[in-house]
């Protein structure tokens, strides 16, 4: 869908750039839970959070490839609640039968540990009420405040710990996963929509100090190396969206494994290769607390390695290739050739 006429991204935009300042962003990351709450409400109220639902089930039955745009907004502005994963848990447990608990959900693969409790690397687990934990094939809805919290990599993210006795008392949830899909492949869907909207922000960012910030009499976007960098800098943010759109090419929640891979691998390449150019045009400003542009780039670092970095998914498009048997442009027509419902 192009961005020109997709309405329900429109609608988050509107919504985010007047409830989502870089004010309530710095707010949420400090720990302010009220200022958490608040926006959560707006989103909650606007019908984000259900729009994976199906509408027998009470949402409002949209495939990952029109959410895309409000997932891409939630990017660019740095939105710090987790909107994305919880649109796909409601819509897991939603398709599993289960009730769907109030407030933010996120996705969280699990490990038993020796005295029976499970234990989890959370995204988003500072801000988020409930996780959607699988731990081998059993999955389980656990409340992230009763949960042990250590701190984690990002400064939304957490290590959280649930007691024998907190695991016991939630009822086995019986999600299905589609054969061929894992947690992983659905979070970094989500994810490489993120970033497509962070790196977008950057560069537009970037583009307007570059036009009015004066060196020598000039703006410095006049210099041509100022001008080669912005060239290769948009370059990678529009290969990224066309990627990151890719992978979310699906008329329901579940992307395809083979597009996500190149989703993400492109994004996460990209990440770097434009939060590096953003910080070398912006000089030292860039990387100060008080500069907007770090609560961008410092999301753009943490999700380049969430749910695989570009190593890890070149791995996943390379073991494909390698068992494709047929010429390697015919394989990446069956990853490009997306036909939609309308």
Not at 20 to 36: I, L
Not at 66 to 83: I, R, S, Y
Not at 265 to 289: D, P, Q, Y
Not at 311 to 329: I, K, N, P
Request: net charge negative.
């Amino acid at each position: 869908m192009d961005r020109d006429d997709d309405l329900f991204a429109d609608a988050a935009r509107t919504l985010l750039a007047d409830q989502c300042s870089p004010q309530v962003v710095r707010a949420v990351e400090q720990g302010d839970r009220a200022a958490a709450q608040a926006l959560w409400a707006q989103l909650e109220d606007a019908g984000f959070a259900d729009a994976l639902v199906a509408e027998a089930a009470g949402g409002s039955g949209l495939g990952l490839a029109q959410v895309f745009g409000v997932l891409e907004q939630c990017g660019a502005q740095a939105l710090p609640l987790p909107l994305g994963e919880t649109m796909l848990a409601r819509a897991l447990l939603a398709q599993a039968g289960a009730a769907r608990p109030a407030g933010s959900l996120v996705l969280a693969d699990g490990e038993v540990q020796a005295d029976g409790s499970w234990r989890a690397v959370v995204r988003s687990g500072q801000v988020a009420d409930s996780a959607l934990v699988r731990c081998k094939n059993d999955w389980r809805v656990l409340a992230l405040m009763d949960a042990q919290h250590t701190p984690h990599a990002f400064a939304l993210d957490c290590v959280a710990q649930w007691s024998p006795a907190q695991v016991q008392t939630a009822a086995a949830v019986a999600v299905v996963l589609p054969q061929g899909l894992d947690l992983r492949t659905l979070q970094a869907c989500l994810v490489a929509a993120l970033m497509a909207g962070a790196l977008d922000a950057v560069f537009q960012r970037t583009l307007q100090y570059a036009n009015e910030r004066s060196q020598f009499g000039r703006a410095i976007g006049k210099f041509q190396a100022i001008q080669h960098q912005l060239a290769v800098m948009s370059e990678h943010v529009f290969a990224a969206r066309m990627a990151a759109q890719l992978g979310c090419a699906a008329n329901g929640p579940f992307p395809d494994r083979l597009r996500v891979a190149t989703a993400k691998a492109r994004c996460s390449e990209a990440a770097l290769a434009v939060a590096e150019t953003a910080h070398a045009i912006h000089g030292a400003i860039g990387f100060t607390e008080e500069f907007d542009l770090q609560l961008l780039t410092r999301r753009l670092h943490a999700w380049r390695q969430a749910a695989g970095s570009e190593s890890y998914w070149h791995g996943v498009a390379g073991e494909a290739l390698l068992a494709h048997r047929g010429l390697t442009l015919d394989l990446i027509r069956t990853i490009t050739d997306v036909e939609l419902a309308a």
